[in-house]
């Protein structure tokens, strides 16, 4: 059911949410609200769905490479435009880095 495919995604990104908000340092736990956190995973998705990234060809160990300096700036760009608000590249990819450690220990 669709129902059940959504709270499933839900519970994934509070599960994400909970893990970056674990690995960020005091000061940026304090600027990023959970709401926040959940605009920063949309917009990570985003950036997977119409960059390309997931098109590229694994190299001979499976892996793409993926810049996350690339998506930290992305989401600055797209918060700015969207109203979110002005960030720092440099804050946003702890939370990039953090997501990716995530996704990775779900593999």
């Known amino acids: 059911m669709i129902e059940d495919e959504f709270s499933a995604e839900d ?3 509070e599960k994400t949410v909970a893990f970056i908000r674990e690995r960020l340092p005091q000061e940026l736990k304090e600027k990023f609200d959970d709401d926040t956190l959940y605009y920063f995973l ?3 998705n985003d950036y997977f769905a119409t960059s390309g990234i997931l098109d ?13 300096e690339a998506i930290a700036s992305y989401i ?3 918060a700015k435009h969207d109203g979110v608000g002005s960030f720092d590249a440099d804050e946003i990819l702890l939370v990039v880095e953090a997501e990716a450690e995530y996704v990775d220990g779900l593999e």
């Open 42 to 44: 949309d917009v990570i």
């Open 11 to 13: 519970l994934d990104d």
């Open 76 to 78: 600055v760009k797209e």
């Open 56 to 68: 590229k060809e694994p190299d001979k160990d499976g892996f793409i490479d993926i810049d996350n």
